[in-house]
């Protein structure tokens, strides 16, 4: 799998963990990256959209790390 896209490697994730941390995981990463490849036409994430963000992902880290 690490050879794999990352969008790829999301939808596989829950092969190997409970479907909410599978869920969780893809919102935070999709969120982020729309952030990070954020456009001039869009408006720019919230603070709030961030921090969820940034409290999804230590969630999710923890149950994924073994």
Do not use: K, N
């Not at 092969?15 to 919102?27: F, N, Q």
């Not at 952030?35 to 709030?48: C, D, F, R």
Request: charged letters at 20%; hydrophobic letters at 40%; a positive charge.
């Amino acid at each position: 799998m690490a050879s794999c896209h990352t969008s790829h490697q999301l939808l596989a994730l829950r092969a190997y963990t409970d479907p909410e941390t599978a869920l969780v995981a893809r919102i935070a990463w999709h969120g982020l990256s729309r952030a990070m490849h954020h456009h001039a036409y869009e408006l720019a994430p919230t603070v709030t959209e961030l921090r969820g963000w940034h409290r999804d992902v230590t969630t999710v880290l923890p149950r994924l790390v073994r």
